[in-house]
């Protein structure tokens, strides 16, 4: 069975860093592409990162571009989203995300989620 865990959100300042993980179980952890979306209150997810199972290609959102950067360990089986330079409208919740659909990049479709975690950026 397929689990993904994500931790290291909380609460913080406006230009304060966070590193968000995502603990993968269940299958193969190299051989899947990761992503991690977010949802703000009243908008639709959008996916803000994503990552090739080798780690060699990734994509970034252009509002994140600069800011955040995503990687991996495929020992650790777990994928990393770290966040500087935050801003208030970076609040949303975070989940991280596991596919197997790479012809197209960035993946558009995820077969795996994990329940999120709510990252708030203060002024």
């Known amino acids: 069975q397929v689990q993904l865990v994500e931790s290291g959100g909380g609460l913080v300042q406006a230009g304060d860093s966070l590193r968000l993980s995502c603990a993968a179980s269940?299958?193969?952890?190299?051989?899947?592409?990761m992503g991690w979306f977010r949802q703000a209150p009243g908008k639709e997810r959008a996916l803000v990162a994503a990552?090739?199972?080798?780690?060699?290609?990734?994509y970034y959102a252009d509002s994140v571009k600069g800011r955040f950067t995503i990687s991996r360990n495929n020992v650790r089986n777990t994928a990393y989203l770290q966040m500087n330079s935050l801003k208030l409208e970076d609040t949303a919740v975070y989940y991280c995300a596991e596919t197997p659909y790479v012809r197209k990049w960035p993946p558009q479709e995820y077969d795996y989620w994990g329940q999120g975690t709510q990252v708030t950026v203060s002024s």
């Open positions: 269940g299958r193969t952890f190299s051989s899947y592409a």
């Open positions: 990552i090739s199972g080798s780690g060699g290609s990734t």
